[in-house]
């Protein structure tokens, strides 16, 4: 029995390792690579917006431009091929990103039931901000999950926090997922009509 147990915490090491590995990879490439995200969703659409948005929130503590990309797509459609955007339109995309990102944001929380591995991955300012987001966590649960969501709050903490108390993984996903999708939501809107509404100002269309 002990040795079986060895060899599982062996696995287990190997396998946040090799997560944590991917990650600090994945940000070194798109710093010497900032188009590639914006690249991909050009050429496979919304599959690629859907991958995009995946890896993008799988970097912990790392972050990515999503919401930037985001807020081009929703100013300038035709980066996905369309002409325009409709309220329909908008909302499928929202959906489909918050999915993506509800997805990617689980990362976070794998390697919070990790433990003390990912705590050394923290500054002492993150690690504060990170006990207080344990403690609301046990407090207000899912609700605490979907506010941040919507929030520019930075959301891998909430991950890692919910990891380090084993909260829910169900509720952790889904409130992520609904806060993820309402946040998106508004800045497509936000960027289309103010897109828009700059045009119209000069003369170039729009409202």
């Known amino acids: 029995m002990a040795e079986e147990g060895r060899s599982a915490n062996y696995f287990l090491l190997v396998f946040y390792l090799s997560i944590f590995v991917l990650i600090v990879f994945l940000f070194l490439f798109f710093q010497d690579n900032p188009d590639f995200l914006t690249n991909i969703v050009k050429t496979y659409g919304l599959i690629g917006l859907f991958v995009a948005t995946i890896i993008a929130t799988s970097t912990v503590l790392l972050p990515l431009p999503i919401d930037l990309l985001i807020v081009l797509i929703g100013a300038n459609p035709a980066i996905l091929g369309y002409g325009v955007f409709g309220p329909v339109e908008i909302f499928g995309l929202a959906l489909l990103v918050g999915f993506g990102a509800a997805i990617g944001e689980m990362t976070a929380?794998?390697?919070?039931?990790?433990?003390?591995?990912?705590?050394?991955?923290?500054?002492?300012?993150?690690?504060?901000?990170?006990?207080?987001?344990?403690?609301?966590?046990?407090?207000?649960?899912?609700?605490?999950?979907?506010?941040c969501a919507i929030t520019p709050f930075p959301f891998d903490l909430v991950g890692i926090a919910a990891g380090l108390v084993k909260f829910d993984a169900k509720k952790l996903f889904f409130a992520a997922f609904f806060g993820k999708t309402i946040r998106y939501f508004v800045l497509l809107l936000a960027s289309n009509i103010g897109s828009h509404f700059i045009l119209g100002i000069f003369g170039l269309g729009g409202y």
């Open 109 to 147: 929380y794998t390697l919070g039931l990790v433990g003390g591995n990912v705590l050394r991955m923290l500054s002492k300012k993150d690690f504060e901000k990170l006990d207080n987001v344990k403690k609301d966590l046990q407090k207000y649960g899912a609700m605490l999950v979907f506010v």
